[in-house]
Nanobody, 117 residues
Framework: VQLQASGGGVVQAGGSLRLSCAASGRTFGSYTMGWFRQHPGKEREFVSEISWSGDITYYLDSVKGRFTISRDNAKNTVYLQMNSLKPEDTAVYYC???????????WGQGTLVTVSS
């Protein structure tokens, strides 16, 4: 599967952005999808994950209540709605895909989110 992330940009603290990740292939609905981010000079970290059916989600503690992951299997797309953004959310955000119980083997190219104070 190939992934294309989009939706990043510059926003003021307290603002919102919605990231999208479009996937190729007819088996999108069988993949668990995730969002990760990488702050400058730091390792990539997990942000959120959604099961193939969309009924199970996980979040990094620091984004709970502010970020919402969702997916539309008919459109082969996963979303990350980010509200109440903080400067510490500034990072390159990556979407990724994995088979259930597998590892994240497929990665998008990343989209930069910059939150100004």
């Amino acid at each position: 599967v190939q992934l294309q992330a989009s939706g990043g940009g510059v926003v003021q603290a307290g603002g919102s952005l919605r990231l999208s990740c479009a996937a190729s292939g007819r088996t999108f609905g069988s993949y668990t999808m995730g969002w990760f981010r990488q702050h400058p000079g730091k390792e990539r970290e997990f942000v959120s994950e959604i099961s193939w059916s969309g009924d199970i989600t996980y979040y990094l503690d620091s984004v709970k209540g502010r970020f919402t992951i969702s997916r539309d299997n008919a459109k082969n797309t996963v979303y990350l709605q980010m509200n109440s953004l903080k400067p510490e959310d500034t990072a390159v955000y990556y979407c990724a895909a994995k088979r259930p119980y597998g590892d994240y083997d497929y990665w998008g190219q990343g989209t930069l989110v910059t939150v100004s104070s």
